[in-house]
C-alpha cells in the first residue's frame, strides 16, 4: 500500500484579538511532499513549529485544520474526501501526542469496538482470541494486568497513556501508523519499551510515520528514512546518518545551508489556536 502526500499546504485560524474575536489565517505547512510505502519505517525531526505535528493531524482528519492546496491519497483514493472514521477503516492510525481521558469506557470495551467495526457487520471477534492477544500485548508493554478493565487513560501518568497509545495500535494493526512524538514524557525504561514495540511491528503490511525531535527513541527503532521539517516543508531526506548529525550538531546548519531564516515559525508558536474547518482540500470540497 501507497500513500501519498504531494504539495500540501494547510493554514490554521488563530485568535488575532481575543476581545472582538477576531481571527487571522496563518500558513503552516507550505507544500509537503512525502511518499509512504508499506514496509517501511519514516521518521521526522525538525524544530517546534516547524509542521510535523500539524502534519499529522491532518493526515487523519482533525478539524482545526484547513486545506488550502495539494492532496493526500492511499493507493489512488483521496484520503482528503474521507470522515476521519473512513480514514481509520481505512488502515490510518493516529498515537496522539495528548491522549485523551474518557470517563464511562473501559480500554477493553473500546479497542474491542474499533476492531470490530473494521471487520464490518458479517464477520465477528472471537472473544477468546480477543483476550488472549490484549493479554500478550499488555505483557509486552509491561503494562498493569488491570488495564483492559479501566476507563481509557483516566487516572494515567504521561507514560501510561502513551504505553496505551501504542496498545491500541498493535491490537488494530493499522497499515499506516503516525506516532506523533509518543517519545515525550517517557522515562528511560518506558522509552526502550515502547520503541521495541513499535519495531517489532515492521512488516510488509504496515507502515510508520514517527515524528520525533530526538535520537533517543530512534535507537530502538530501525528507521529506513529520516525527513528533517523547517519551515513547513521537508528539506533533506536521508537515513539513519541525519540522525547521529542532528543530535550533534542541531538545526542550525540544516537552516544555513539553505538560506531558512533562522527565526521563523515564532509568529505561529505565540498565538493560540481556534478551531477551524474540517482538514478537507478547499478545492474538493464540493465532493463531500
Avoid at 488550502?68 to 482528503?80: A, K, N, S, W
Avoid at 510508520?208 to 527513541?217: G, V
Avoid at 519551515?231 to 542550525?252: A, F, T
Wanted: aromatic content about 6%; proline content about 2%.
Amino acid at each position: 500500500m501507497k500513500l501519498v502526500i504531494k504539495d500540501l499546504h494547510v493554514n490554521v485560524e488563530t485568535k488575532e484579538n481575543v476581545e472582538n474575536n477576531k481571527t487571522t489565517s496563518i500558513e503552516i505547512l507550505k507544500g509537503v511532499n512525502l511518499e509512504l510505502n508499506t514496509g517501511e519505517m519514516h521518521a521526522i525531526m525538525g524544530p517546534n513549529g516547524t509542521g510535523k505535528s500539524t502534519l499529522a493531524s491532518v493526515i487523519m482528519g482533525d478539524p482545526r485544520y484547513i486545506v488550502t492546496q495539494g492532496e493526500i491519497t492511499l493507493d489512488g483514493e483521496d484520503v482528503l474526501t474521507m470522515s476521519v472514521d473512513e480514514r481509520s477503516r481505512k488502515g490510518i492510525f493516529l498515537a496522539m501526542q495528548y491522549p485523551n481521558e474518557i470517563q464511562g469506557i473501559t480500554n477493553s470495551d473500546f479497542i474491542k469496538s474499533a476492531m470490530q467495526v473494521r471487520l464490518g457487520k458479517d464477520k465477528h471477534i472471537s472473544l477468546f482470541k480477543f483476550i488472549k492477544e490484549m493479554e500478550k500485548s499488555v505483557s509486552e508493554l509491561k503494562m498493569n494486568s488491570d488495564l483492559p478493565h479501566r476507563y481509557i487513560n483516566e487516572g494515567f501518568s504521561g507514560g501510561e497513556k502513551k504505553r496505551n497509545e501504542i496498545l491500541q495500535m498493535k491490537m488494530l494493526k493499522p497499515n499506516f501508523a503516525i506516532l506523533d512524538e509518543i517519545d515525550s514524557g517517557l522515562d528511560v525504561d518506558a522509552l526502550k519499551i515502547v520503541g521495541e514495540n513499535v519495531d517489532a511491528m515492521k512488516g510488509e503490511n504496515f507502515c510508520s510515520l514517527i515524528i520525533t525531535h530526538y535520537q533517543r527513541l530512534l535507537d530502538y527503532i530501525n528507521v529506513d528514512h529520516v525527513h528533517i521539517m523547517v519551515d513547513g516543508r521537508i528539506v533533506l531526506s536521508g537515513g539513519k546518518e541525519l540522525i547521529q548529525k542532528i543530535d550533534q550538531e542541531g538545526y542550525d546548519w540544516i537552516k544555513a545551508e539553505l538560506g531558512i531564516d533562522p527565526k521563523i515559525n515564532q509568529e505561529y508558536l505565540t498565538r493560540s489556536v481556534s478551531l477551524g474547518s474540517c482538514a478537507l482540500n478547499t478545492n474538493n470540497s464540493e465532493k463531500k
